[in-house]
């Protein structure tokens, strides 16, 4: 069961610019997400036990290798939105309407791909 499920209450509290900074450095020295830690610091303090697996560990970022090969698959995808662009311009010239009806309804779901790929690519790099 996901940790929102089990998790019913929140509150919001603000911090300063450099209690936040110490909270995400420590955080990510104990590779956890700062709400865990700041869970489980308020469960010490007060001498509240916390179930062993409320501690959630941080986002680790992709390995280098799998943004090659993503930014590979969004290069073969604009490829094919490509190939499909020309075929669907020869397929009209050559008279095949039915064929080029085809292509035209496929264009826009490809494009579609690559702007998720691009995306995916750009949430998993932090920008």
């Known amino acids: ?3 929102k499920r089990k998790l019913n209450h929140s509150l919001l509290v603000r911090l ?3 209690l936040y900074g110490r909270i995400t450095e420590q955080a ?6 700062a709400n865990s830690l700041v869970r489980r610091t308020m469960a010490d303090t007060l001498s509240y036990p916390l179930p062993p697996k409320q501690t959630v560990k941080a986002f680790a ?3 280098p290798e799998y943004i090659k090969e993503l930014y590979r ?3 073969s995808t604009a490829e094919l939105c490509g190939a499909l662009v ?3 311009i020869k397929s009209r010239q050559d008279g095949h309407t ?3 009806a085809e292509a035209e309804k496929l264009i826009p779901d490809v494009r579609d791909a690559v702007r998720n790929l691009d995306r995916l690519r750009k949430k998993l790099e932090g920008k």
């Not at 990510?28 to 997400?33: A, E, G, I």
């Open 1 to 3: 069961m996901s940790e």
């Open 16 to 18: 300063d610019d450099d």
């Open 28 to 33: 990510r020295r104990q590779d956890v997400t």
């Open 61 to 63: 970022p992709p390995k």
């Open 73 to 75: 698959l969004r290069e």
């Open 86 to 88: 020309q075929y669907a």
């Open 98 to 100: 039915v064929a080029h």
